[in-house]
């Protein structure tokens, strides 16, 4: 054998390491830029959400508070007296019966008084909205635009508000809100809770648990993964066709009342629930499969061991082990059901709804759906708070996370504890 040895000399095994340093460095360098561009396309996307919530908007009355009350200028500087007037002799006889049912104006607060005078009375119209950087950094631009449109005036405000939060949707984007959309997706969210986790968790229960090795059950295992990647408007067209169409008399509740008002058709919370459970419940399946495979066998032989069978081995040893994981995955696919749009789209959700749902078989929208429809919107306003829609979507989103996060950690805690 040569004297060089395997490896060859000293010379090439200092060559040969130079190189995988060298080949090391780069790949260290790229992964770092990529870190760093993810960063700044986050931050990118997060600073136009926030340039857009707030900023200057350019308003212009229809009617303007001094020629309801002569010398004023707003209508805060209303008496008490004045805005009890106001209210009853400018309001249309429609929206004044209205307002007496759900509170007398004697009894309603100054401030209730003062946005009924705005909303049907005074009428701010919206010309145009600023963004947060030209709102600081490009002042002259929004008093030029003031100065070129009569009567118009600027206020700097904040599209995201507890108002906004509270408010149902409206043609008016200075009174729209989120709540109705809100309490739809929250709606949406628990039935697909209740449909696909029992179902997911149980599947995937037998076929790591119970399954034997064969060519079915590969068979099976192999389409949960690819059914996880299907498109998930593939998944509308089948809530469509079974939930919207074939079920209807369940998913619109009429076999239950014949009464019960079923103007939805079966486009209504329990469709669209259960179209969003068949979307993750593959999803679900594969992360508690990962969950029960992380139990070591050393957990499962030893409880046979003392005589247990498989079921109790699985309900009192394999699924407190893995429940954290089971409920971390479960949590994350339920944030992706939150953020779909195009399910819900084709099984028929409505677009414009002012009536919040009052169960499962009730007509519904969802925050994504609102967030795409005023997104289309002409109107500068509508962009503004499709953007205050968006961080209200974004801030139950790390909600749910978060609580994924410290559930794991304190069930992981109480587990050390325990042993």
Avoid: C
């Avoid at 200028?73 to 009890?84: H, I, K, Q």
């Avoid at 619109?252 to 079923?262: E, W």
């Avoid at 499969?289 to 066998?297: T, Y």
Wanted: charged content about 15%; hydrophobic content about 50%.
């Amino acid at each position: 054998m040569d004297d060089t040895g395997f490896f060859g000399g000293a010379s090439d095994v200092s060559t040969l390491m130079g190189k995988r340093k060298r080949l090391g460095s780069v790949w260290r360098v790229l992964f770092l830029l990529a870190t760093v561009l993810s960063i700044l396309f986050l931050i990118l996307l997060v600073y136009s959400i926030i340039d857009s919530v707030f900023g200057y908007a350019v308003l212009r009355n229809e009617v303007e508070p001094h020629q309801l009350v002569p010398g004023s200028t707003t209508v805060n500087d209303f008496s008490r007296a004045e805005l009890e007037e106001i209210a009853r002799t400018r309001l249309s006889a429609g929206i004044l019966r209205r307002v007496e049912s759900d509170e007398p104006i004697a009894q309603r607060k100054d401030k209730d008084l003062i946005g009924l005078i705005e909303q049907y009375v005074v009428k701010p119209k919206v010309l145009k909205t600023y963004g947060l950087g030209d709102s600081l950094f490009h002042r002259t631009l929004v008093e030029q635009y003031v100065a070129e449109n009569t009567g118009s005036y600027v206020i700097f405000r904040s599209w995201i508000n507890p108002a906004f939060i509270v408010a149902d949707q409206s043609s008016d984007p200075l009174r729209a809100g989120i709540r109705t959309a809100l309490l739809g997706s929250l709606w949406i969210i628990f039935i697909t809770l209740v449909f696909s986790f029992p179902i997911g968790v149980g599947a995937a229960i037998y076929l790591q648990e119970y399954a034997v090795e064969n060519r079915l059950n590969r068979f099976l295992r192999l389409n949960i993964f690819n059914l996880s990647a299907v498109p998930s408007i593939i998944y509308g067209l089948l809530g469509l066709a079974v939930f919207v169409r074939v079920m209807e008399p369940i998913t619109s509740g009429s076999f239950l009342l014949a009464t019960l008002d079923n103007t939805a058709n079966g486009r209504t919370i329990l469709s669209g629930g259960l179209t969003l459970g068949l979307l993750v419940l593959p999803i679900i399946i594969i992360n508690t499969q990962e969950a029960l495979k992380g139990v070591p066998d050393t957990l499962r032989m030893a409880s046979y061991g003392i005589g247990a069978t498989r079921w109790q081995t699985i309900w009192y040893q394999v699924l407190p082990a893995s429940f954290d994981r089971i409920l971390t995955g479960t949590i994350l696919a339920l944030s992706r059901a939150l953020g779909e749009t195009a399910p819900l789209v084709v099984i028929g959700a409505s677009t414009f709804i002012s009536v919040d749902p009052s169960g499962i078989f009730s007509k519904f929208t969802t925050l994504p759906i609102q967030i795409y429809q005023w997104s289309a919107r002409p109107q500068g306003a509508y962009r503004n708070i499709a953007a205050a829609a968006i961080i209200s979507l974004m801030i139950l989103l790390l909600a749910m996370n978060s609580s994924a996060i410290l559930l794991r950690d304190k069930i992981s805690k109480k587990k050390r504890l325990e042993a």
